[in-house]
């Protein structure tokens, strides 16, 4: 059984307490002091001025969207390209005088 840890932090969390969250409180300094920084080149949401915290909601959709987990994923790799105008039908041609 996992535990989902983010929702257990404040609305706004510190970089500590999120760490804690993503990647256990043994790695946690390391990932504040190399990890935070990187990230935030990449979008990970800023310390929010009034409340001291990063907001726990939109780490949680960096992460989603960081990994992968909001776009799904493809059954198959796709087969080529798409030729949408094959089809097109042909022009029909008067054929009741033949008949």
Not at 16 to 30: D, N, P, T
Request: proline fraction near 7%.
């Amino acid at each position: 059984m996992t535990a989902d840890l983010l929702s257990q932090l404040p609305l706004f969390a510190t970089d500590q307490q999120l760490a804690a969250a993503i990647v256990g409180k043994e790695r946690a300094s390391m990932w504040v002091k190399a990890v935070i920084p990187q990230l935030e080149k990449k979008g990970f949401p800023r310390i929010d001025p009034l409340h001291d915290g990063r907001p726990v909601p939109l780490v949680r959709k960096f992460c989603e969207g960081y990994f992968g987990i909001t776009a799904g994923f493809n059954a198959a790799a796709p087969d080529g390209k798409e030729n949408l105008g094959m089809w097109k039908s042909r022009r029909r041609t008067n054929r009741s005088a033949d008949e």
